[in-house]
């Protein structure tokens, strides 16, 4: 049969206002998150990780949040610009069966953001 | 650019075929990492590969391999291609036994399979 493409979530911005990312994980026992963006033909770029014994990290114009209680992660964009638009993905550290690499990450369905001028 | 190269960017070829796509870490990093990126089912991890060992697994199909170099350059070999196998392949790398998942990842190998 024809395959189904992901359906991504979007969210669509002024330039310059601030914008939020969300992320729900499914795995309770993941101790390690990060966001990624990814421009049109390009692959992901890191942007800013967070363990989890920490519920905020902040970067430059970024902020994650984590909420292990519902299993909850954020991505919080200050001032957004032009250049910010891309796909967003949350990624975790997956565990279990072939080690507990760093790199071994499930990432999300991703969420494109588009920022007008 | 993040300093890793992936070659071909394009390849088109035919069910059943065998292609090799070839990734060049950056300067110093002893792991690569290959994902596959499809419309249906997003970035997924294939394996990875450090300092020549295979580190971690996970959903690389048994008609996948993959292998890295002494010089570090690692190879994705993908047999008997399915149509199914039309993706984008992105290979990444990393510090070497660093405990992050900063991964820099080259731009991609499309592959379609026709």
């Known amino acids: 049969g024809e395959s189904v493409g992901l359906h991504l979530p979007t969210l669509s911005v002024q330039e310059g206002d601030n914008s939020i990312i969300n992320c729900a994980y499914s795995?309770?026992?993941?101790?390690?998150f990060i966001w990624y963006k990814q421009e049109s033909g390009k692959g992901p770029q890191f942007i800013i990780d967070i363990r989890s014994n920490m519920d905020k990290r902040q970067g430059q114009r970024v902020t994650v949040l984590l909420n292990k209680t519902v299993k909850h992660l954020s991505l919080q964009i200050a001032a957004t610009q032009p250049g910010d638009s891309a796909v967003y993905f949350c990624?975790?550290?997956?565990?279990?069966?072939?080690?507990?690499?760093?790199?071994?990450?499930?990432f999300g369905q991703g969420t494109i953001l588009t920022v007008h001028p | 650019d993040s300093g890793v190269t992936q070659t071909p960017k394009h390849l088109i070829t035919a069910t059943g075929q065998r292609v090799t796509l070839r990734c060049s870490p950056r300067s110093g990093d002893l792991s690569v990492y290959w994902y596959q990126q499809s419309l249906d089912q997003g970035l997924q991890f294939l394996i990875q590969?450090?300092?020549?060992?295979?580190?971690a697994k996970g959903n690389i199909l048994e008609r996948f391999s993959a292998q890295q170099f002494p010089d570090l350059h690692s190879e994705l070999n993908l047999s008997s291609l399915e149509l199914g196998d039309s993706a984008l392949y992105f290979c990444?790398?990393?510090?070497?036994?660093?405990?992050?998942?900063?991964?820099?990842f080259g731009e991609g190998s499309r592959l379609t399979v026709l």
């Open positions: 990624a975790e550290r997956s565990q279990g069966a072939g080690g507990t690499s760093y790199g071994k990450l499930t």
């Open positions: 590969y450090y300092n020549g060992e295979e580190r």
């Open positions: 990444a790398s990393s510090v070497a036994g660093g405990d992050t998942g900063e991964l820099f």
């Open positions: 795995n309770s026992a993941s101790d390690y």
